[in-house]
């Protein structure tokens, strides 16, 4: 077992555990608060800055501040309503399912994030240091990243060296 793999275990694992303190209804509210947010920020910030923001100087400055402002009160709102969601399915006797699929939830995004490391390393020389050669869990995460490269763009995906010399 290599530094490769014991990294592959500890990011894996990490994300299982905090996949199943949150559960998996906290988990799936996580993610949809931050796409909602990124979409509500976007929509709001020009005229949040325009409005409210109006006296910072450069205007693009106010538009950013506005952004961040929009950004920060819909996550702030959404926290809010994690812990009334997690609460009623823990009242309704679903609090261990909800942290056993939250756990799985967890695996899958730690094995995304692994997967996307290794995409990033595909544009080094790292794939072909020793340890990495040696790793057992490589391969899999290699053809992940691997049916991730048709996805990028085609500048990214012609830059990208090979695993395996």
Do not use: H
């Amino acid at each position: 077992m290599t530094l490769f793999d014991i990294s592959v275990l500890a990011i894996v694992g990490l994300s299982a555990a905090a996949g199943a303190v949150r559960g998996m209804i906290g988990e799936v509210l996580s993610l949809v608060s931050w796409l909602f947010a990124l979409s509500v920020a976007k929509l709001a910030a020009a005229p949040l800055g325009a409005t409210v923001l109006s006296s910072v100087q450069p205007p693009v400055l106010a538009t950013a501040a506005g952004f961040v402002a929009a950004f920060a009160a819909v996550l702030l709102a959404m926290s809010l309503l994690r812990p009334l969601l997690t609460g009623g399915a823990k009242a309704v006797g679903l609090g261990g399912l909800n942290r056993l699929l939250g756990a799985l939830y967890g695996i899958v995004r730690g094995g995304a994030a692994v997967t996307l490391a290794v995409l990033v390393c595909a544009f080094t020389d790292l794939p072909q240091s020793e340890d990495w050669q040696q790793s057992y869990s490589a391969p899999f995460f290699e053809g992940a990243a691997d049916a991730a490269v048709p996805y990028l763009p085609a500048y990214l995906s012609e830059k990208i060296t090979r695993y395996g010399g």
